[in-house]
């Protein structure tokens, strides 16, 4: 069975970093692509960043590019996003999923940037 | 950047009424495109990928379909599980893009 699981979120004020951890299981991790997806409060779904198989590529959504790291470490199956300079505008619920067609998606992990 | 205009925004409908949500890309975007069922507190669930292609498990009142830049999610008999919210994504290009959502609530 495929399961994701986030971890590492929190209540952090602004400016300041977090480091959200997603454990892989029940698939070859190193195989797939995977990406972060967020949901602030009440809103939709908003893609973060997406990294490859091999870690080789990475992509990001402008307004968290220079801020956030998309990175894994395949033989940990575990994929992380590194958060620096927190905002209040980053404040959301953030999934981990597995990018072939978004099919598998962690429980999600709340993030909250506030002073 | 692809935008993924979703439309209604929100939906009554009766249970075992046909129901249709659609997203017109403001692109080309093939058939790179796939539909998401949310429930609250829910992380999302594929239902649709590949424009036309039921995922895994997903009941076959569930159907997706493509016109040019059109593309539609399609229940043909409504249920009681059905309820929630509805996002289609597009995955052509980056930044990938959600549309904003359709809430389906039973009548």
């Known amino acids: 069975e495929v399961q994701l699981v986030e971890s590492g979120g929190g209540l952090v004020q602004p400016g300041r970093s977090l480091k959200l951890s997603c454990a892989a299981s029940?698939?070859?991790?190193?195989?797939?692509?995977m990406a972060w997806v967020r949901q602030a409060p009440k809103k939709g779904l908003e893609w973060v960043a997406t990294?490859?198989?091999?870690?080789?590529?990475?992509y990001y959504r402008d307004s968290v590019k220079g801020r956030f790291t998309i990175s894994r470490d395949n033989a940990k199956s575990t994929l992380y996003l590194q958060m620096d300079s927190l905002r209040s505008e980053d404040t959301a619920t953030y999934y981990c999923?597995?990018?072939?067609?978004?099919?598998?998606w962690g429980q999600g992990v709340m993030v909250t940037v506030s002073s | 950047d692809i935008q993924m205009t979703q439309s209604p925004a929100s939906l009554s409908a009766s249970l075992e009424e046909i129901v249709t949500i659609t997203c017109q890309a403001s692109?080309?975007?093939?058939?790179?495109l796939a539909w998401y069922q949310q429930k609250p507190g829910k992380s999302p669930q594929l239902l649709i990928h590949s424009a036309t292609s039921l995922a895994d498990g997903i009941p076959s009142r569930f159907s997706g379909s493509r016109s040019g830049t059109q593309y539609s999610l399609k229940i043909s008999r409504l249920q009681v599980e059905d309820t929630g919210i509805y996002y289609c994504?597009?995955?052509?290009?980056?930044?990938?893009?959600f549309g904003a959502g359709t809430k389906l609530e039973l009548k």
């Open positions: 692109q080309d975007i093939g058939n790179w």
């Open positions: 029940g698939f070859t991790f190193s195989d797939y692509n």
């Open positions: 999923a597995r990018r072939a067609h978004f099919d598998y």
């Open positions: 990294i490859s198989y091999d870690g080789s590529s990475t």
């Open positions: 994504l597009q995955r052509y290009s980056n930044p990938y893009t």
